[in-house]
């Protein structure tokens, strides 16, 4: 199988489908994936600004395989042409080629070598935090009880994830000399600086925290901007920062925590939220936990560790249906200049999939 594996991914990976600028159409990769799958009922939905999604079923399934088309954006560091794919080795490399075209192409692969009942729910908008496509989709009477998302995970069913939170923060100074004594208070950086000192403590005191072979809180300030020059005080100042908790913290306790660090805040905006994986209080994770590698073991899948990284199958969970991640590839590689995903993975996955759906 693995040569229609490769073929279909030489042409997903062709298609520019990078989130931002997310200028993705209804046409493109969505047309190239439903003419790929005869025997489909395929519905093609547009979201809005680049978000679509395409469903498409064949038979009466209870189960929907989910696999994102967005990539993030190519970087000066590829080596060569990243919507051509290259085969180097035991490697496919290309953009997308591991997060997560790789998965796609075997989803059609596995599709085409078999006839049994089948879903699979194509989308293009994980990469930008704006999940519009599954929530449009969990919001329909979709009626799939399991779900299984396409993430890097080295063909292991991955049970468990952190949380991801997204926070824009704005402070307000008052503009003046920089020799004044009362530019230590007035300065809106000085301000910023003051909180980001406060929640990396806060950080550092959640790192005895333990969830199934995760610890602590991951923490990251990604940008702050403001003032004018050194010798002038800044009137504002702009922060964003980012947390992923464990499954076991309370996403509004942390967000308080956080608002709470320092002193004034002008504006504390949660930008984007996800919930960790398996969504719910202490109790309800654990009994979807406990469902999902129930559903991992029946479909002989191997079940791997719980992962720092956020993906979509938490919002599934959230709606309360049976989920776990699964997928070709190694998260070390997503994101990265000549990504690449290697041959044996490709195979490995589009088997497993051919013979859960065959």
């Known amino acids: 199988m693995l040569p229609e594996v490769l073929r279909h991914l030489e042409a997903l990976v062709a298609f520019d489908t990078r989130n931002p600028p997310r200028r993705i159409g209804a046409g493109g990769i969505f047309e190239y994936i439903a003419a790929q799958l005869p025997g489909f009922r395929c519905e093609v ?6 978000a679509v999604s395409l469903l498409a079923v064949r038979g009466n399934p209870r189960r929907v395989f989910n696999v994102h088309l967005d990539t993030v954006p190519d970087s000066p560091g590829w080596s060569a042409d990243p919507w051509r794919l290259r085969v180097e080795g035991e490697r496919a490399i290309g ?5 997560i075209k790789g998965a796609a192409a075997g989803l059609i692969a596995a ?3 078999t006839g049994g009942d089948a879903a699979f729910l194509f989308s293009s908008d994980e990469e930008a935090n704006d999940a519009r496509c599954i929530a449009g989709f969990l919001g329909t009477d979709h009626g799939f009880a399991e779900a299984i998302v396409a993430e890097p995970t080295g063909c292991e069913a991955v049970l468990a994830h952190r949380g991801i939170g997204s926070v824009l923060l704005r402070f307000r100074g008052e503009a003046g000399h920089a020799s004044a004594a009362s530019a230590l208070e007035a300065s809106a950086l000085h301000q ?5 000192a406060g929640a990396l403590a806060l950080v550092e005191a959640e790192s005895h925290r333990r969830f199934g072979g995760l610890t602590g809180l ?6 702050i901007e403001g003032g004018i020059k050194a010798n002038v005080v800044a009137p504002e100042a702009e922060l964003r920062f980012g947390f992923r908790p464990l499954p076991s913290h309370d996403i509004d306790e942390l967000h308080a925590r956080f608002a709470g660090c320092a002193g004034p805040i002008a504006h504390y905006e949660e930008t984007f939220r996800g919930p960790p994986l398996p969504a719910g209080d202490v109790a309800a994770a654990e009994e979807r936990r406990l469902a ?15 992962v720092d990284f956020w993906t979509e ?14 997928g070709p590839g190694d ?3 997503a994101h990265s200049a000549d990504e690449w995903v290697s041959l044996a993975q490709l195979q490995r996955y589009a088997d497993s999939v051919a013979r859960i759906i065959g």
């Open 218 to 223: 991951r923490f990251n300030i990604g940008r």
């Open 95 to 99: 953009l997308g080629a591991c997060d």
């Open 313 to 326: 199958a938490s919002l599934f969970s959230r709606a309360g249906m049976t989920v776990f991640v699964y």
């Open 111 to 113: 599709a085409n070598a």
């Open 45 to 50: 939905t547009d979201h809005g600004d680049g």
């Open 292 to 306: 999902a590698r129930d559903l991992a073991d029946e479909l002989g899948l191997p079940i791997g560790n719980a």
């Open 331 to 333: 998260i070390a590689q």
């Open 192 to 196: 910023a600086v003051r909180w980001g």
